[in-house]
């Protein structure tokens, strides 16, 4: 079993997380908010990107840019309506209310299109394998590690090199400092939430050639997502990207080696990791 | 000068009032009027008792925790373990050792983790319960794994009351009275100078680690007792049901307790029964109606509770309450 | 829209029952099935079966009336089926129970049948030993047996393998699909040289390591079992993916890789997939042809039914029998006779109820995938007649009891 094929498989699968979780880690570390219904931004994204290509005839890269967009603006309108309500309120409320969201999107999802799972037809330059020279893989692995990349360099430049991303850093590390030195925190708060969930949704999107996309989605990784988040730290945008790519990569070679009782190492080495430094990779010591 | 009411009224919460009566009166009103919904009921009363395990940790130790089902799941395979291979099937004693049992990974699992909190230890008490749900899994010589154990025979309670499978008779009778040992016992525990303590923690840690309390003993001690619950909950639910398979240890019965706790309104053991009936009730009746788009109505229910009802429908009616005396 | 039209009818079936006066005339029977959650869509499918069958038969239960009261059994824990049932039971008084998607409904259930001498018709749940557990449980849908050591012997026979690797998803479906066809491959001279659990039943676990550690035992066929539904897709997808046909591996497997309504989004790299089922939608006989056309008018060009919804209409035709051999008043001893034995011209060919286990028997199809104007379609190259549960048969593992 050669390493690079391991390899290479974990990433891409760590990647779907990444670009999924990273918007939960952000909102939750700048928010306090406990947003169960991340999971729900990313299927109503998949469910988009699928709906948009086929009834409009629109090609996978554009769907996705739909996706995003569409689901941003709709987190946005939830943002301002609802959550901003409970921002004051008991994590327990918050919890609550964002598992009622939940249960709305899957049942709005499952009477609206159905129960069935939707399939992705992607694009042929996307299907298939590629010849690396020393390996032949899965081009859509590829893409989606090329994608990750991408991404999280477009994070981390927004982060460390615009003003609103230092605002974000700000207000993550210290809120009240934040405000009182000027920065308009409501008004971040919805951009990022935004931005987190649109970024869910192409996560979404993305991942639905591998992880499926049916009406059950936001319940069933809802788990993975959290550890993720958990491992790398509340708000680490850097804390994120390795957690899910250890966490890809750990469940592949795992999988191929010890089919069986795979899964049980997965969360035995989360509960060691996570007692061992309770702050995450890159998180801050409470 | 006289105290104000609500002041009044926590500090003399202890005291048995008389509409305290009145869940267990209807309880056994259901019994007689409602004779064909028993099976329901006893599912009902199973998860009141779950939901209370539930409150201890996390309406009074303030403990958040997706990963309860773990000690529900443990009650529930011991007492089918048990009966299943080593053909003990008493169903009495069988809660004793699944109670114990629950207890222990209570307190080995509490003594670990509780050192962390927030979010890592939400985490963590959900990944030990994944973890046990995939032990369960890989062991399914044992367990049965998905299919589960069937056809889980019990002794007559005291040698006398058998199980009835096609009207739940006996097992709702029994679950009931299970809960109200139980709930007593909670009560006492609650309103002793322990639970008093518990409060303190949840309420200002900082002052309880500056008094000198031993804050972490108790919390997990707190934890353990509450695991012990949880099992016997699990033990009754298998022991009614004669059926377990791994949803026992399942996420969607952690976040079940959790929602329906949070629901009827923590920290004041009665949330618990409100919580179960209400939502349980609800469940029930929109599958039957629309056996589609149940969900849905479950859904908005929780968003509008959650919006307007801090503190769960026993915390709404305490402001209807509120207001009602102030105007 | 649909939960509306359902419940119509069973106001407008009660209404009529009432009408009606004497409870002989109605005969009642409750349907366990999943409306919601992951199991919603097969739900969906059986129950569509069902209807087809009352609309394509309307004189089957003639003179009587039969009346479908729906309970959905949400999850597959065993829990909710287990109350739907004894609610069906004891308030709604029904003659018979139908349905049950997964095993553990079935398995919560069968007590219950037994303790209230109601027949259970078993439309879909698939774990071998089910049919032990009581007197009154018939079942319309198949074991997993059935099609895992057809498979087995075809694989052997007439795919001359001699080495085999086995994927499968870890549960019990999974376990009997392996030591099925593992029993009917081994038996023809082939020898199975690993078996891989790939993950559970909850999750669409992605494939590619598992798949991988098969593509390096480099065997001649790589039998899958995985769930009907998502996993079948994504099965395809990895296959494919890792050019696993282009290394010499011939994927295989039983009919719930390829079920019908997943087929077209599988795309081209499904082509050359042998399964062996009791049932596709491109099966060629009459009652089939007829059964497709209807639905296509009712459901839409590009619904089609499939081996759940076959099995549905069954259950429907065996209710069917039942009521009209006891003219319209259904007692368990009565009702289980008529089953014993029961015949049936079915769009999946001749079926029959094996009197000694009440388990069906029926044709396993031999059929691979090839594209035929542009879309995926299953083109028969064998078939093995009158198959039993062979796990029964061979009293194998948890069958002997």
Known sequence: MDLASILLGGLAAGMVLFVVSVGLSVTMGLMGFVNLAHGGFAMLGGYAVVLAMRHWGLPFGAALALGFVAVALVAALLERTLYARLYRASELDQVLFTIGLVFVMVAGVTLTVGPETQGVQLPPWLRGQTDLGFLKYRTYSLALIAFGVLLMAALWLGFERTRIGAQIRAAVDNRRMAESMGVNVRRLFTLTFALGSGLAAAGGGLGAEILGLDPQYPLRYLAYFLIVVAVGGLGRVSGVFFAALALGVLDFVLKVHFPKGGTMFIYALTIAFLLARPQGLFGKRA | ?327 | MQARRRWGGVIAAAALAVAGGASAQTVKVGVVLPFTGVGAEFGQQVDRGMQMYLKLNAGAFAPYKVELVRRDSKNPSGAEAKTAVQELIAQEKVDLLAGFIYSPDAIASAPLATAAKKPMVIMNAGTAWITNLSPMISRVSFSMWHAGHAMGEAAANSLKAKTAVVGYTDYPPGKDSLDAFKRGFETAGGSVVDAIPMGGPGQVPDFTPFFQRAKDKKPDVFFVFVPAGDHAVSVMKTYAALGMREAGIKLVGPGDITQDIKLQSMGKDAVGLITAHHYNADLDNAANRRLVAAWKQEYGADSTPDFMAVQGYDGMAAIAHVVRTLGGRIDAEGAMKALKGWKYDSPRGPISIDPATRDIVMNEYLSELVLKDGRLVQKNIGVIEAVKDMCKELKAGKCAQ
């Open chain 2, 1 to 327: 000068m006289s105290l104000p009411a609500a002041t009044l009224e926590a500090a003399t919460r202890h005291r048995l009032r008389a509409w305290e009566a009145l869940p267990w009166l209807a309880a056994l009103g259901a019994f007689f009027l409602f004779p064909d919904y028993l099976a329901f009921g006893t599912q009902v009363l199973v998860m009141i008792l779950f939901a209370l395990s539930l409150d201890l940790v996390l309406g009074y130790a303030g403990i958040v925790t997706l990963g309860h089902a773990a000690f529900f799941g443990a009650g529930a395979y011991t007492v089918a373990m048990l009966a299943a291979h080593a053909g003990w099937n008493e169903p009495l004693s069988g809660l004793a050792v699944a109670a114990l049992v629950a207890g222990l990974l209570g307190l080995a699992s509490g003594w670990v983790l509780l050192r962390t909190h927030g979010l890592t230890l939400l985490m963590l008490t959900l990944c030990t319960m994944a973890l046990l749900e995939q032990a369960a899994n890989m062991f399914s010589g044992f367990t049965g794994g998905f299919d589960g154990m069937p056809g889980l025979a019990f002794q007559p309670i005291l040698g006398r009351f058998e199980f009835d499978v096609l009207y739940f008779r006996t097992q709702y009778l029994y679950a009931l009275a299970v809960l109200f040992a139980c709930f007593i016992a909670l009560r006492v525990l609650v309103h002793s100078s322990f639970g008093r303590s518990l409060t303190g923690i949840r309420e200002n840690l900082l002052r309880m680690h500056a008094v000198g309390a031993p804050v972490r003993a108790r919390q997990v001690l707190a934890y353990a007792v509450s695991a012990a619950l949880a099992g016997v909950a699990g033990a009754v639910f298998v022991q009614a049901t004669s059926y377990v398979n791994l949803a026992v240890l399942g996420l969607e019965r952690a976040a079940g307790v959790l929602i329906i706790l949070i629901l009827g309104g923590y920290g004041r053991l009665y949330g618990a029964f409100v919580g179960a009936l209400a939502y349980l009730l609800l469940e029930h009746t929109l599958s039957k109606a629309y056996p589609t788009a149940w969900q849905l109505g479950i859904g908005i229910t929780l968003v509008l509770v959650a919006l307007y009802a801090r503190n769960g429908i026993l915390g709404l009616a305490d402001a209807l309450r509120r207001r009602w005396r102030e105007r």
